[in-house]
Structure formats: C-alpha cells, structure tokens
C-alpha cells in the first residue's frame, strides 16, 4: 500500500472520529460512571464483565481470565501473517476516590466542566485505553478491517502493583505473544507534546539494622566503651557512596548496559529549563556527580537512596544517650543489564565485608526494562502519532521511576512503548481527576495512526 493510499485510509477515520466526538464522549462517561476499585474489590468483576462484553463487539475473542487477584481481560483479533501483532495493554482498576470531600464533583458521577471530564480513573487509565477500544472500532466501521492483528491487554490489579501479572505472562506467553504492546498510560508534556518512553529503572529496597548492646545507655558513663550503632551504619553507608557521587559497592557496575549514542541523543533533546526546576524545588545545585547531564542522572545511572535513618533521640532539647540500635532504609534504582537479584547480592557482599554483625534485610524488587530507541517499529510509532497530533513526539529512552515493564521487555521478550493520552495536569491518584476531551480525542486518533502506521510497515524482521 503507498504512503498515499494509507493517509488516506487514516483521513477518514480521522473524519470518523471527529464527527463522532459526542457520542464517544458520552460512551466514556458511561464507562467511568463504574467504580473498579482494586484496593477494594468494588466492582472490579462488573467492570471486567463490561468490557469482554465490548471487546466481543469488536469482533474480538474476548475473556476474562482468573489469577489468583483479581482477573485479567484479554482479548484478541487477526492472524494476518504479513503485518505485525500489537499489543495494547492498560488496566481498569483504577484508585480509591477518597477523601470525597474534596471533590468538586462525585468521582463516580463524570461530570463535564471547561472541555474537561472529571471521574476517578478517566485519565488513570480508563479514558486511555477506551480510547484504544475506541481507534479499534473506528478502523473497523470506517474501513470493515484492521491494518494489524490486535491483543488487548486490561489488568485489574495495577493500581494495587501488579502483583500477578508476571506470573500471568509466563503462563499465558502463547495468548500473549505479540510483536510489541503499546501502554497508553500517564501524561503527555506538560507543553502537550506527545512522548514515547522506551524504559524505565528497576529497583531493590532494603534495610540496614545495627545492634551494639542490649540497651541503650548514658553518653557519659558508657561514652568510650559501647560502640555507637548509629555511627556504625554512618561507616557502612560512608564506604557504599563517595562524596564524588559515586557507589562503592563492589562489582554493582560490572553488568550496566551502557545507552547507544541514540538514546543518550534523545535524552540530549529533552526540554529543560534548569533554572526554573532549581527554583520550584528550593536548589542551590544538583547531586554529586557535578558533570553529569540533566537526564542522564535519571535514565542511565544506578542510584543509592538512604529514604530514612533512625535510631537514638530526636526529640526537643537534648538526650545525652547512646543508642544501641539503629536502622537505615534503602532503596536502589537500577539501569539496563542490572538484575535485582544479583544487585541484593553484592550490597550484601559488601555489607559483610564492611559491618560483617549489621543485619542486612531485602524487601521488594523490580527489573528495569528497555526498548531500543531504533528498534523497527519506533518509527512507525512516532509517525502515528505526528499524524495525530501535528507535531513530533518527545522521545524518552527511559523513565526514572520503576514499573512492570519488563513483564513485556523480559518474560514476553517484545519491544514496549509507553504512550501517554493524559492532560499532564490529570490529578491521577488525587481529587479531581481529570481528562481534558482534547487528549481524549486525540488519543483515539493516536490509537488509530498508530495502527495504520504500524500496518503500513508489516511485519519488521
Ligand atoms: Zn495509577
């Protein structure tokens, strides 16, 4: 098909969509009037039941699959050899509305005020991934087929951190097996431009415990002879992190990945405005190490995060006492090639070697994933989604927060994109959730350009 030809093709959804605003507006509203609280398991099976039941007019096989939480939905459509599977993934949990008081609105009664929807979950991720549902529908009422064979993807526990979904993945790899997935999910640009991140950092969290005595003891009569457990996990931590910036634990570099060119040119790209960061959070300069350019402290260096401290006093004026525990809580996050499990063990390699009687605690972990920024169907991607918006997207090779992205990257193996809808003022997970009708206009058409796009390419290697 030429280039022509597919432009076309999109053009008239486009018309479709745009003489269709109203009633996807209203079906919207209709879809976030349920509540599908995951925390509270509120109508999590009635939403769930809702949409096999949509999928299903769509032509799709659709079902809604136990786990041991809460079910997931999938649904699938087309086996078409010659262009590739996309996957769409979301979730239809969304989170409690409390504290209701500070509404405007009912989260549950969607209400429209200045071109934008107010409803708990209508950005987060409801209005999302109805806008996918809503660019599948489009392509088959305006052309009668699909320019790619499609798996959707709804989980219902995202909000509550995914905790089935890996296991979900490695059962069902077959169900699953896609040539990439899309998440619409998150906020666009605070400027509105469209973004496409291609990762994010994993994460270990951990704590470190000192015992030096059974009880804590006077400063004076014990000063000298007790050893401090405070001033023990100050070493320890001293010798895991320099004042260069740099971490100190033995062999934690080794397995880094390092970014192509091409991702550290994008993050390279990335709009700044230094000054004004620096000012909203009160700044005076930026972490150790100085040299560092802005985002690729975010995407492409591990960290090591002391969240809290405590032990001893640390109330109003003084306790002359000398503490004899002490605990430090830690987290880590992690860049492509790290592995949280290999990560957990050189900390506690070197916890061993440094403060061999500290106590070293492991609790959650998360891998990091990674799509490379040159992978095949970016480019299709970015195309559908200037078509859609008139303008280029940002592209982020990673993001600096952590999230179950590698059950896509690494159990199912498939490229991810991450493609946010959002208003970047959506309030998710706060009062007053919002999308504005624009984005969620738009992300239908980015639904649909996508599509056409990524069809237009066929199937890459
Ligand atoms: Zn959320």
């Known amino acids: 098909m030429t280039k022509q030809l597919v432009d076309d093709r999109l053009a008239q959804i486009f018309e479709h969509i745009d003489s269709n605003r109203d009633s996807f507006i209203s079906r919207l509203i209709d879809y976030v009037r349920h509540p599908s609280i995951s925390a509270h398991d509120i109508g999590i099976r009635e939403v769930a039941d809702m949409l096999v039941g949509m999928l299903g007019k769509l032509g799709m096989e659709a079902e809604a699959v136990e786990t041991e ?22 979730h239809y949990d969304v989170q409690p509305p409390e504290p209701l008081e500070a509404w405007v609105s009912p989260p549950f009664e969607p209400t429209i005020r200045d071109g934008r929807i107010y409803a708990r979950g209508v950005g987060d991720n409801k209005g ?19 320019p790619c064979n499609i798996i959707v ?35 666009l640009h605070i400027s509105g ?21 059974d009880r804590d003891t006077h ?24 004042d260069a910036g740099a971490i100190t634990i033995d062999g934690l570099h080794d397995d880094i990945i390092a970014p192509s060119n091409v991702d550290r040119a994008r993050a390279a790209d990335l709009p700044l405005d230094l000054p004004e960061f ?26 090591l995060t002391i969240n809290g401290l405590h032990g001893g006093y640390g109330g109003p004026g003084t306790k002359t006492v000398l503490p004899a525990e002490a605990i430090a809580k830690c987290d880590m996050r992690l860049v492509d090639g790290m592995d ?61 927060a952590s999230g179950p992205d590698y059950v896509h990257t690494k159990i199912l193996g498939i490229p991810a994109f991450f493609v946010p809808y959002a208003n970047a003022d959506e309030a998710n997970h706060a009062p007053n959730e919002n999308l504005t009708i624009d984005c969620f206009i738009n992300g239908i058409r980015s639904g649909a350009a996508m599509l056409a796009k990524l069809g237009a390419l066929g199937k890459a290697g």
């Open 193 to 213: 431009r469209p973004i496409v991140t291609f990762g994010v950092r994993g994460i270990v969290s951990f704590d470190l415990k000192a015992k030096t005595a």
């Open 69 to 90: 939480g809460h079910p997931m939905v999938v649904a699938r459509r087309g086996d078409r050899k010659d262009v590739p599977t996309v996957m769409l993934y979301g």
């Open 278 to 303: 620096m000012n909203e959070l009160g700044l005076s300069e930026l972490d150790a190490p100085k040299d560092r350019p802005f985002y690729d402290r975010l995407m492409f260096h591990p960290t």
């Open 128 to 146: 999302q991934h109805f806008a996918q549902l809503l660019a599948i529908e489009s392509w088959l009422t305006v052309h009668g087929d699909l």
């Open 219 to 242: 400063s004076g009569n014990y000063g000298g002879v007790m050893p401090n457990a405070i001033w023990k996990l100050v070493h320890l931590l001293g010798t895991m992190k320099n």
């Open 340 to 400: 949280p499990e290999d990560v957990f063990a050189k900390v506690e390699a070197h916890v061993r070697h440094h403060a061999p009687d500290v106590e070293f605690i492991r609790h959650g972990s998360m891998l990091p994933s990674k799509t490379a920024i040159d992978t095949p169907y970016a480019d299709a991607i970015v195309q559908g989604l200037t078509a859609a918006h008139g303008v280029e997207p940002l592209l982020y090779p990673a993001l600096g």
């Open 153 to 187: 993807l709804l989980e219902g526990e995202e909000e509550i951190g995914s905790p089935h979904i890996a296991e979900f993945a490695r059962k069902h790899r077959d169900r699953l097996k896609a040539d990439l997935v899309i998440t619409a999910d998150g906020p």
